[in-house]
């Protein structure tokens, strides 16, 4: 077999792949169109007879969508920027400060890795109870302002900084928080940009924290919201469908949008550190 045609193979499998992996995302956005009972008949339809817009209509207009939608893009957007300043300043300082037990805090951290997040829920609720942050978007964002696993990439990026750039500044009299914001920074640009996909997603997405920490209707992000909608709408699959795609859309164009920086960022910490 030639170079050429196992490049065909190989391409027509991904292809192959490709497809059956968009499939059910295409099929959710097209029955987002359909109208009312519609994708109940059998054999389902793959696309709408006659398309409308009744179902997303019906979600921002009569179900509050809106409302939840600019929950998420705060409750998200928040936790990702705050991440972003608190992990990308823990993993530097991991990486290239000099401080009394630093490696056995690093590994103390690393350790925590393997404890489920679900077994500290309970305490952080009650921390935050005590703190008045119940049912606000404080106590939503807080779970997600610093992860180990954030501060455990940009270190190993980091550690790729030469020291003597580092010790350069330093001598032309730049103070560390200047280095930090002129020097650090730009040099880990491709790694925040993909621990900001991270944090994003795994905030937009998250259901089971918002869900214990929201108990104002009026607060709900997307993914509780839809939860909340589909036991009142239990056979409307149409509009459940639209509300599927509107809880996907963002976090998708997102990830396209920035998919370069994405991809460069997992290669680059693949073999930095």
Do not use: C
């Amino acid at each position: 077999m030639d170079a050429r045609m196992a490049r065909a193979i190989v391409n027509g499998l991904l292809l192959a792949l490709a497809v059956i992996s968009l499939a059910p995302l295409l099929w959710m956005l097209s029955v987002s169109f359909m109208q009312p009972g519609e994708a109940s008949g059998f054999p389902p339809p793959l696309l709408p007879s006659d398309a409308t817009w009744h179902n997303y209509h019906q979600l921002f207009a009569q179900a509050g969508m809106g409302r939840y939608l600019l929950n998420s893009l705060i409750i998200a957007t928040a936790t990702t920027a705050i991440a972003l300043l608190l992990n990308t300043a823990a993993g530097y300082a991991f990486a290239k400060l000099h401080f009394a037990g630093r490696e056995a805090v690093f590994r103390t951290l690393l350790a925590a890795l393997v404890i489920p997040a679900q077994v500290t829920m309970m305490p952080l609720f009650l921390m935050l109870k005590e703190l008045g942050l119940v049912n606000t978007y404080a106590g939503a964002v807080v779970p997600g302002m610093a992860a180990v696993f954030g501060i455990f990439l940009v270190r190993q990026y980091a550690r790729s900084i030469p020291d003597e750039l580092l010790e350069a500044a330093r001598i032309d009299g730049a103070g560390e928080a200047r280095i930090f914001f002129q020097i650090v920074l730009p040099a880990l640009r491709p790694i925040l940009v993909t621990l900001a996909i991270f944090t994003f997603m795994a905030s937009w997405n998250d259901f089971m924290w918002p869900l214990i920490m929201l108990s104002d209707q009026g607060l709900h992000t997307l993914p509780v919201a839809l939860a909340t909608l589909s036991r009142e709408h239990v056979q409307d699959n149409e509009l459940m469908m639209a509300g599927s795609v509107v809880t996907v859309l963002p976090v998708l164009l997102l990830f396209l949008v920035l998919q370069r920086y994405y991809m460069q960022g997992l290669l680059l910490g693949s073999v930095k550190g």
